[in-house]
């Protein structure tokens, strides 16, 4: 093992233009240099090096990092080895020694148990496909649950063999060391297998990397757990993931709704009959997290469960957390004794679709008909159980959806909306007394731009999220403002542009949706609260690849709108039109350029309220509710679109 001292002397000794000059033939370019890129053919170069920042890019593929990741990629070796390359080069003794539990306890988990799990998910697949073992029990028992072979290789499922140490000992025989394959979660203590003899299911995170296993046993012996679970590792926390979403996303983002079941194959039976907007919560209660990663695609969210009595109570304790989270809820509790799996082989696709669309229930009727059918005809259960549903809808943040849900169970119970209405008041008047509110520690800067009113949502603003990182990264440690004391010659008050934007973001409370955007945002808030700079060496040797990653992209050059891997590359003029800005030289009028930026945001994101607002106008209409949440919405109608007039102004934009 390298210690950290030595390491840190090799990084600070690697030149990276010196290092991949050994590789391509580099040629400078005004600051950078440029060559034909190694990752790919190219006749034309568009391999960038930046020698002051340490990181290349390569603006046709798309590679991007710092001088390990250009040896990790060029020469296909480990992170240890790129820096025991690197020793050699620069002439640095490496004094390895044993690892010891306290030098394990420090490596990087992260990348190792990635590295085991992709080796692992090759085993599982090639153990299913290409074995007599995995035809002959795990392929043939996928083929008896209906599940076709597109549908397996769609979502990587394996299989595990009888043999109990035939993965350890493959993975052992391929240099991995148990002490990793154990935190992995892929052996146990006694380097046996901990998915022996089940069907492998592969969890993936939004990069499409294999974060950890779902195993499901194949024999019918109750004695042994029916799943298997990879438990929490380094990269793992089943808490934060559902399964389904990598396949899915796409196809929650075009129908702007979610399917949520239960278990895998669920979500397999249901992506089978093309409804790919569907995903499963690994076997836990729904959690914060996990809502959070489906609001990145779509507010509403359709709860397909099991009609016994554990399907029901799942749906009921999710349905708070989804409510107060601001997702739309409808729920569908399939036939008697069927789960979506089980009902798809029962009826044809067609039925099935049929099904869904006619039983779906708004979370209200769903949660009223639960609750008093279960309270008979008692009035002191019924009371109780009305509370119940109330205190449901007071969770709901927005007033007027609150409103409506008041009305349509009004009209449904037969009972006075305003008797409700005073009951959902006192029990917002409870939970607003017995809250407690954090205050922010912010930098007192005056604010920028205009404020947003309290009741405008954050929302997904993807590009400009990522204009705003790029600025952060190449110029948040220079000057935006400064005070001088003419008198004595000094600087008695200086602010930084990363202190300005953000101050201006926290003054209206706005966070970043992208969440690996918003992690490197934090990254930047923490330096800044501690150091009172940035420092972009810290995000550069980040051990989250994709931070790494996006980091390089976005230093790289003004022009480049760094996405997660697999997303557009280059900012064209277009983009920047599109934006607002037009770009000269940036660096010549930054803090005009900022100005614009931020007024972009919440131009933006002040048109989304609007036309939020709208829907919930049309929807109290059609629900003849009051005038005076009808009035209250025109309100805000009228208060954001004097502010996005003079926010338009200042873009020289026109407002409609």
Known sequence: MIDDVTRQRILDSAQIVDVISEFVQLKKRGSNYIGLCPFHKEKTPSFTVNEAKGIFKCFGCGKAGNVINFLMEHEKISYADALRWLARKYKIEIKEKPLTQEDIARQNERESILVANKFAHDFFVKQLFETDEGKSVGLSYLEHRGVREDIIRKFGLGYCPANNTAFANTAIKNGFKPEILQKAGLINKGNYDNFTSRIVFPIYNLSGNVVGFSGRRISNDENIAKYFNTPDTEIFHKGQLLYGLYQAKKAIIEKDFCYLVEGNLDVIAMHQMSLENTVASLGTALTVDQIALIKRFTKNIVLVYDSDKAGINAA????????????????????????????????????FVSYLDNNKQDFIFF?????????????????????????????????????????????????????????????????????TYEQKSVISIPQQTPSLPSFVDDFYVEEIETEILRILL?????PYYQEYDEQNNTIVNSVSIAEAIISDLLNDD??????IYKQIYEIIRNQLEQYKYIDEKELIYHENEQIREIVANLLSTPYYQGKIKGQSDVLSSSYFKRLGIYVRNEKDFLNELIRQLLLRYKHKLLEIAINDCRKK?????????????????LLKIQQLTKIISSIGEKLNLVVR
């Open 316 to 351: 009921i304790k999710g349905i708070d957390l989804l409510l107060q989270e601001g997702m739309n809820i409808k729920v569908v509790l399939l036939p008697e004794k069927h789960d979506p799996d089980s009902f798809s082989k029962a009826v044809t696709p067609n039925e």
């Open 367 to 435: 949660k009223t008909n639960i609750l008093l059918s279960e309270a008979n005809k008692d009035p002191i259960k019924r009371t109780t159980a009305l509370k119940e549903i109330l205190r449901t809808i007071s969770i709901i943040p927005d007033k007027l959806i609150r409103a409506l849900y008041i009305k349509e169970l009004s009209d449904y119970l037969n009972i006075n909306e305003e008797t409700l209405h005073t009951e959902v008041n006192s029990l917002l008047i409870q939970k607003k007394i017995s809250t």
């Open 474 to 478: 190449l110029y948040g440690n220079l």
């Open 510 to 515: 706005l966070e970043f949706k992208n969440l």
């Open 617 to 633: 106008i049309q929807k109290a209409q059609e629900a003849n509710l009051a005038d005076e949440y009808i009035n209250e919405e």
